[in-house]
């Protein structure tokens, strides 16, 4: 089975414009988190869709914006990009509600540079 | 508040020698745990988790974690380390709620550095 993929790899930008970076789940899976990732700050959670919505929000600016289609295939979309956003931008994967326990599969990551 | 900690940053261990990662979480209710390592450039592998029962959990590559209640702790580790285990290690933690909004908190990572 493929893994969480994840386009493009990397990506450079420069400050005031707006990027789409895009994320394919894992088979079956219905879930989709983003995350962020910078030497600074670590590993931030920025949202997370389920079947199509928003089920919860990390504390970012409203610059940074998600969605997921119908076929849980999810974009997240950063507009007026600052230098701050440069980071890896990591998208996971899980089933989605379980009273078991979700479990995330994390893909490489989108690296972005903002010049 | 709600936090994960790793208390070591960067640990540099011989090769063949044991290894223990530390992680320790401050919630209310026992969380999700999960252990995921980084190498550089690369995205999270999940090496393992907990989410109740026995509370030592076996994981791949050699890792297992053990989880402490009353020490609010998810340690990892490994009896004998390889050159290739030489990575960024993340534990992270389903808060309450987890299951409604999948977000994961995770700690600032350990550097593991293996000597020769």
């Known amino acids: 089975k493929a893994g969480v993929t994840q386009t493009p790899r990397y990506l450079i930008k420069t400050r005031g414009q707006q990027v789409t970076l895009s994320c394919s789940p894992i088979?079956?899976?219905?879930?989709v988190s983003w995350y962020q990732q910078t030497p600074g700050q670590g590993l931030q959670f920025l949202f997370e869709?389920?079947?199509?919505?928003?089920?919860n929000k990390g504390n970012f600016p409203g610059r940074f914006s998600g969605r997921q289609f119908s076929n849980s295939r999810s974009e997240m979309n950063v507009s007026t990009l600052e230098l701050g956003d440069s980071a890896l931008y990591l998208c996971?994967?899980?089933?989605?509600?379980?009273?078991?326990?979700?479990?995330?599969?994390f893909g490489p990551g989108t690296r972005l540079l903002v010049l | 508040a709600q936090s994960v900690t790793q208390p070591d940053i960067h640990i540099t261990v011989s090769e063949g020698a044991s290894l223990e990662l530390r992680c320790n979480y401050s919630?209310?209710?026992?969380?999700?745990l999960f252990w995921y390592v980084q190498s550089p450039g690369q995205g999270l592998q999940l090496l393992l988790k907990?989410?109740?029962?026995?509370?030592l959990v076996q994981g791949i590559k050699g890792f297992e974690a053990e989880f402490k209640r009353s020490q609010s702790s998810f340690n990892l580790r490994k009896p004998s380390v390889h050159w290739s285990d030489a990575a960024e290690y993340f534990c992270?933690?389903?808060?309450?709620?987890?299951?409604?909004?999948?977000?994961?908190?995770f700690g600032q990572g350990t550097e593991l550095s293996v000597k020769p």
């Open positions: 919630y209310g209710a026992t969380p999700y």
């Open positions: 996971a994967s899980s089933l989605g509600p379980s009273r078991v326990g979700e479990t995330q599969y």
């Open positions: 992270a933690v389903g808060p309450p709620g987890y299951n409604q909004g999948g977000k994961l908190i």
């Open positions: 869709y389920f079947s199509e919505t928003q089920r």
């Open positions: 907990y989410f109740s029962g026995d509370t």
């Open positions: 088979s079956g899976h219905r879930s």
